[in-house]
């Protein structure tokens, strides 16, 4: 089964936490803080393997959790990092975040990379916390939360050759023709459910046998009209002709109009993205072993070349015309050395620089004062409260970031509860005030 779109959850690894140890050795009584830090959690990473041609991989595994880091230990030893995840996608697969619904990365060149979830930070032992009026402190922080988040894996075939058209326009059994692809084929409309994709040898056109461009070509489910706005099977599967050098526009020659036939497919193509039609493009006036085409193709031919658009008369069946088609398509392809990179050099990783500001909001949903904030978040994650100190250190966070000020003009009273992030307290102004 072809599978070109997934949702998955992926859960980059927690960092440890800190170790609020003390050295104990003989001969030294006030041995002093030396907790070591956590360890990072491990992070998850898409990355591009060439062997893969869909997200199978992902049909029914949904879900990819990284490796917490470890905890920190006494004598300053730190924590082991928790290990990376790497998951395998196919060249041509673009990555959005489904909450915000932006690109995360375009990943189409070998070995491309994207970090998905990024793993929490491991915390800070109590030997960062001492200071000279404070030295002996039981405070150390806890690993941060690695990111969790679902994506949606979206693939657009890379091919270099694009073959559209109305079903049963012949596609499948031009591309069986001139390949060594074996899609199934058949005289009925909607044969091909799913693209398929063969490799053209160029070298049997050329008479001294010196070009071995090898471009490939990707048959996509026939469009009908509408399609574009999700009407037929080939909706899906427009995304597939986005990242092609060429389009081949296969026209069924015994329709009753094959104008509209050509007409229909463009427009589809325009409405879905109108750079598809500033492609170089070839029309294939398909079926001449049968006179209706015959009939039909010199009005067809007149029209394309008073339009300026290249056009070749052949039969897949029977195999007329398919030395020109051929010869055309190496006459649009670039040479070796272009045909060996990706069609289209957008794969990109978009770097989302992570705003850590001061900046909050207090909302209140069913009676619960729910603070929100990267920073007062990750303070709130990092905080056994627990330990008085640590507690404490966290009030005055809240103090001094302002966050008590605007819970209290929100009409917080004693007893309501109040969270932070996955943490949820109790308000006691009268005990915060003291301290």
């Known amino acids: 089964m072809f599978l070109d779109r997934v949702r998955i959850y992926v859960n980059a690894g927690n960092g440890g936490d800190g170790a609020a140890t003390f050295r104990r050795e003989a001969h030294v009584p006030r041995g002093g803080p030396d907790g070591g830090d956590g360890g990072r959690g491990g992070s998850i990473y898409l990355t591009v393997d060439p062997g893969e041609t869909s997200l199978r991989d992902y049909r029914h595994n949904h879900h990819f959790k990284g490796t917490p880091g470890g905890r920190g230990l006494g004598q300053r030893q730190h924590g082991k990092a928790g290990h990376d995840l790497t998951l395998k996608v196919p060249p041509g697969t673009s990555i959005f975040e489904e909450e915000a619904g932006g690109l995360l990365g375009d990943l189409v060149a070998e070995q491309q990379t994207l970090m998905v979830a990024r793993g929490g930070k491991g915390g800070l032992g109590n030997t960062h916390f001492a200071t000279s009026t404070h030295q002996a402190p039981h405070h150390a922080q806890r690993g941060e939360p690695g990111e969790e988040r679902w994506i949606i894996l979206e693939l657009r075939l890379i091919a270099d050759i694009g073959l559209v058209?109305?079903?049963?326009?012949?596609?499948?059994?031009?591309?069986?023709?001139?390949?060594?692809?074996?899609?199934?084929?058949?005289?009925?409309?909607?044969?091909?459910?799913?693209?398929?994709?063969?490799?053209?040898?160029?070298?049997?056109?050329?008479?001294?046998?010196?070009?071995?461009?090898?471009?490939?070509?990707?048959?996509?489910?026939?469009?009908?009209?509408?399609?574009?706005?999700?009407?037929?099977?080939?909706?899906?599967?427009?995304?597939?002709?986005?990242?092609?050098?060429?389009?081949?526009?296969?026209?069924?020659?015994?329709?009753?109009?094959?104008?509209?036939?050509?007409?229909?497919?463009?427009?589809?193509?325009?409405?879905?993205?109108?750079?598809?039609?500033?492609?170089?493009?070839?029309?294939?006036?398909?079926?001449?072993?049968?006179?209706?085409?015959?009939?039909?193709?010199?009005?067809?031919?007149?029209?394309?070349?008073?339009?300026?658009?290249?056009?070749?008369?052949?039969?897949?069946?029977?195999?007329?015309?398919?030395?020109?088609?051929?010869?055309?398509?190496?006459?649009?392809?670039?040479?070796?050395?272009?045909?060996?990179?990706?069609?289209?050099?957008?794969?990109?990783?978009?770097?989302?620089?992570?705003?850590?500001?001061?900046?909050?909001?207090?909302?209140?949903?069913?009676?619960?004062?729910?603070?929100?904030?990267?920073?007062?978040?990750?303070?709130?994650?990092?905080?056994?409260?627990?330990?008085?100190?640590?507690?404490?250190?966290?009030?005055?966070?809240?103090?001094?970031?302002?966050?008590?000020?605007?819970?209290?003009?929100?009409?917080?009273?004693p007893g309501k509860t109040v969270r932070i992030g996955g943490s949820e307290l109790e308000w006691e102004p009268d005990d915060w005030d003291e301290r």
């Not at 030395?323 to 990783?349: F, I, Q, Y």
């Not at 729910?370 to 809240?398: H, M, P, W, Y």
């Open 165 to 413: 058209g109305l079903p049963n326009a012949g596609k499948s059994t031009l591309l069986a023709a001139i390949t060594a692809a074996h899609p199934k084929i058949a005289d009925y409309p909607f044969t091909t459910l799913e693209p398929n994709l063969g490799v053209l040898d160029l070298g049997g056109i050329d008479p001294a046998g010196g070009d071995n461009r090898r471009p490939t070509i990707a048959d996509v489910p026939g469009l009908i009209e509408g399609a574009s706005m999700g009407a037929g099977l080939g909706h899906a599967f427009l995304r597939h002709v986005e990242r092609t050098r060429i389009l081949v526009h296969m026209v069924d020659g015994v329709d009753r109009d094959p104008e509209w036939s050509y007409n229909v497919i463009r427009d589809e193509l325009e409405a879905h993205d109108p750079a598809l039609l500033a492609k170089p493009m070839l029309v294939a006036f398909n079926k001449m072993d049968e006179p209706a085409a015959r009939e039909a193709w010199p009005a067809f031919r007149d029209a394309r070349l008073a339009q300026g658009v290249p056009v070749v008369a052949i039969s897949a069946v029977s195999g007329e015309g398919l030395d020109e088609l051929k010869a055309s398509l190496a006459s649009l392809l670039p040479d070796a050395g272009e045909l060996s990179e990706p069609p289209r050099s957008e794969g990109v990783v978009v770097h989302h620089i992570e705003s850590v500001g001061d900046s909050f909001r207090v909302d209140i949903e069913d009676g619960i004062f729910v603070v929100r904030g990267k920073k007062i978040e990750r303070l709130a994650s990092q905080t056994n409260f627990d330990v008085e100190e640590s507690a404490e250190r966290f009030q005055r966070e809240l103090a001094r970031l302002g966050v008590d000020e605007e819970l209290r003009r929100q009409g917080v009273a």
